[in-house]
């Protein structure tokens, strides 16, 4: 077998690397790559930029929502500060800024909250806090915060509560709400005391109780006091819970207290409650009565109906004798119960200037329901009243059982008898603010239940708190 050989030529052998034609593959392939590259390079500024936008609104709507939340919490802020003010019963719309602007002030110039702040009054508007650039903050950096402005319209408000979030004021996501508030008077929670005053307690001896053993924790005692010694008690017996403000103390050196006996167990949490704030006590106003006393007085007479006793009488009633009706009692006075003295009815006694105005009963005293008759009718609807006395000082030291059907609201009480008093559906209520406003070295009081639900229908009003209108709870535009 004969081999073949063949010659190749240059030309030859560059024809087989270039390939068919005498095209270079090399460079082909490299102008795809970078094509690919530049693609790529764009589809990833691409995706970069719209991260970075992304991450910008996302940033922006956090932001937002932070103000916006920043807003509410203001509000709720401010609804639960106004319902702590107390505007006095009858005050004229143009004059209520005078009262619940120095109540925002108690409350908030002295508080953690404003943080060394104080809050501003300009004419008719409150700014909280007072200057532009100081806020309420909700976090330890400021970056999430508030402020609000109150509106006054007559004794109407509008409420602003503005939210940032960011250094800057004037940062995205500054967001606002505004509502309406009205006046409204204050419930009569503190009927719900069986002894409830405005000034210190005095427990010594004998007992404060229900007049049914399974409820004695019917028998609680409220002080208003705000500082010092609120409730002290050395001795005798109380059915239920102490009670208090924050600001005040309590001093225990003897006797029981819902049922504990040792002076730190009465003061723990479980028998002592301390509250941040105190049931409206209500303005009393006896004059309402006065139309109702159709008699005059008439000395050493046994039976007496619907009577009036003129200022400066001083009277004394003796053992047996009966009024019947209401007892309205000019200030000033002195009035003296010895012996047994029956009540078919209530007393009323006016709010004198008079520092020494009296009620002393030195026998005891029985309340028994208004007669029937047309003389009666008028005072019959009234309920809720045995002794409404504001400005009179109470002594009671008899030796015979008292009963007492009603509310007793006067100055001070002071109760060193050797016999019961028993109060039914009524709450014992001294508006005395100094110590032993209500001071108990007798025997036994004991309660049916608390006036809660036996409150006075006439003569009393409550002073005013402001109310959210929650329908009219707007987001005006961004700041």
């Known amino acids: 077998m004969s081999i073949v050989k063949y010659n190749l030529t240059h030309q030859t052998r560059a024809t087989i690397r270039r390939g068919p034609r005498g095209r270079r593959t090399g460079g082909l392939t490299s102008m795809i790559a970078m094509m690919y590259l530049v693609l790529i390079s764009t589809l990833a500024v691409g995706f970069y930029s719209m991260t970075t936008m992304s991450a910008q609104v996302s940033g922006n709507d956090g932001r937002i929502a932070k103000a916006y939340m920043a807003s509410s919490s203001g509000m709720d802020f401010m609804r639960r500060q106004l319902a702590r003010v107390s505007v006095p019963p009858g005050t004229e719309g143009k004059n209520a800024i005078n009262f619940y602007y120095p109540n925002l002030q108690a409350l908030l110039d002295s508080s953690d909250n404003l943080g060394g702040h104080r809050i501003g009054r300009d004419g008719f508007v409150i700014n909280i806090p007072a200057g532009e650039d100081e806020y309420i903050n909700l976090d330890k950096d400021g970056n ?13 408000i509008v409420v602003t509560a503005y939210g940032y979030s960011g250094k800057s004021p004037a940062a995205v996501g500054g967001r606002a709400v505004t509502m309406d508030y009205s006046r409204k008077p204050h419930d009569n929670l503190i009927f719900k005391y069986a002894i409830a005053s405005k000034g210190q307690i005095q427990m010594d001896k004998g007992e404060i109780n229900a007049l049914d053993p399974k409820d004695s924790a019917v028998a609680t005692l409220f002080s208003a006091k705000a500082s010092g010694v609120a409730l002290n008690v050395t001795g005798g017996i109380v059915g239920g819970k102490l ?21 730190a ?17 209500p303005d009393v106003d006896p004059t309402v009565f006065k139309k109702y006393a ?28 009966v009024v019947q009706g209401i007892m309205y009692i000019e200030s000033p006075n002195q009035v003296t119960f010895n012996g047994n003295f029956t009540l ?26 208004v007669p029937a008759g047309k003389a009666f009718d008028s005072v019959r609807a009234t309920s809720g009243v045995a002794i409404l006395a504001p400005k ?78 929650t329908g009219t709870w707007q987001e005006p535009t961004q700041q």
């Open 144 to 156: 999430t915060r508030f402020r609000a402005t109150i509106n006054d319209w007559d004794g109407e």
């Open 344 to 369: 078919q009815g209530f007393i009323v006694m006016d709010k004198g200037v008079s520092t020494t105005d009296s009620l002393t009963f030195s026998g005891n005293l029985a309340q028994a329901p």
């Open 265 to 281: 167990e009465i003061m723990s949490d479980k028998h002592t409650l301390y509250h941040e704030t105190s049931p409206d006590f």
């Open 294 to 321: 159709t008699n005059a007085y008439v000395a050493k007479s046994k039976t007496q109906q619907n009577i009036l006793i003129k200022a400066g009488t001083n009277p004394k009633f003796n053992a047996n004798d």
């Open 243 to 263: 009670n208090l403000l924050d600001g005040a103390n309590v001093n225990v050196t003897g006797g029981k207290v819902d049922g504990a006996t040792s002076p």
């Open 392 to 469: 009179a000082a109470v002594l009671m030291t008899g030796s015979v059982n008292s009963y007492l059907k009603g509310s007793v609201i006067v100055d001070t009480f002071h109760f060193k008898g050797s016999a019961d008093i028993q109060i039914d559906r009524g709450t014992l209520m001294t508006l005395n603010p100094n110590n032993k406003s209500a001071w108990f070295e007798g025997k036994t009081v004991k309660f049916t239940a608390s006036g809660l639900n036996n409150a006075p229908t006439i003569g009393i009003s409550y002073s005013a708190y402001y109310s959210p209108d």
